[in-house]
């Protein structure tokens, strides 16, 4: 048996995850590049050092989960959402139930706090935000970013809402206190129910099409409906009535 599938065996013993639902080719030379440079000569030999060692372990899933994020990225979509998709959905419910599914840093959560914060006090704001990766949440929830993620946030709300830090701006508090962190395996753990809006942006591009499948349509039972499913610049789902969903604007799905 090739070392790289007793590689994901372990790791799912381990972990839950389940490499074998990420694209193989973009995986292995990702973990392959890893263990290289920590000086282990195959998957065996890796597998065993993250499975004795807690850093390594930490290392690997955060090199798994892609961390690559900005606030309002693709300004376009999130003009949408502030004009076009919130109006409607404070027009059924005046307090949303909302999800950013695999958040990475918080970038993506807390603009959407931001967004919605033109429409209702913030007091009525109250996002769930999820992601794999323990380590990326634990930085999520500080809120602490660099300068350039937040070069498409408008300069009133940088002023009003991030205190600037050098050259790195934090979240305030009243805008963290919005956003309640968990961690979650999209492709194992049990999905809650009756979103107004869900947001998985820039992450189903390293699943295959068999987790693909699975993860729509678990988000399109957790909506309720004429909910909204938000997908990412290069995710749109050419035939979303498979999940009962609609397109609503280009990357927004409604739930039927």
């Not at 060692?53 to 290392?59: N, R, S, V």
């Not at 059924?92 to 919605?116: D, F, H, N």
């Not at 699943?207 to 938000?230: C, H, M, P, R, V």
């Not at 995710?235 to 979303?240: A, C, G, L, M, T």
């Amino acid at each position: 048996m090739p070392d790289y599938a007793v590689f994901i065996g372990n790791v799912k013993k381990k972990t839950g995850i389940d490499l074998s639902l990420y694209k193989e080719a973009q995986m292995k030379r990702r973990l392959t590049s890893l263990y290289e440079k920590r000086g282990y000569r195959n998957f065996i030999e890796y597998y065993e050092a993250i499975h004795n060692d807690k850093e390594l372990l930490e290392e690997f899933l955060d090199r798994m989960t892609i961390n690559v994020s900005e606030f309002y990225r693709n300004a376009q979509r999130w003009d949408v959402l502030e004009k076009k998709i919130f109006p409607k959905l404070l027009a059924q419910s005046k307090k949303l139930k909302i999800w950013s599914a695999a958040c990475s840093t918080g970038e993506e959560p807390y603009s959407i706090a931001l967004v919605l914060l033109s429409h209702v006090p913030l007091r009525d704001i109250s996002i769930l935000a999820t992601d794999l990766d323990l380590g990326v949440i634990e930085r999520a929830k500080v809120g602490l970013y660099p300068e350039r993620a937040l070069k498409e946030v408008p300069t009133s709300i940088v002023k009003q809402h991030f205190v600037n830090e050098g050259h790195f701006y934090q979240v305030k508090d009243d805008i963290k206190r919005t956003v309640t962190f968990k961690q979650q395996n999209l492709l194992e753990d049990r999905y809650d129910t009756g979103f107004d809006l869900i947001v998985c942006r820039n992450v189903m591009i390293y699943f295959t099409e068999e987790a693909k499948d699975q993860i729509y349509t678990n988000f399109s039972k957790s909506l309720k409906q004429g909910g909204i499913l938000f997908v990412g610049s290069t995710e749109q789902i050419f035939n979303p009535s498979k999940y009962g969903l609609e397109s609503e604007d280009t990357f927004f799905y409604r739930k039927i």
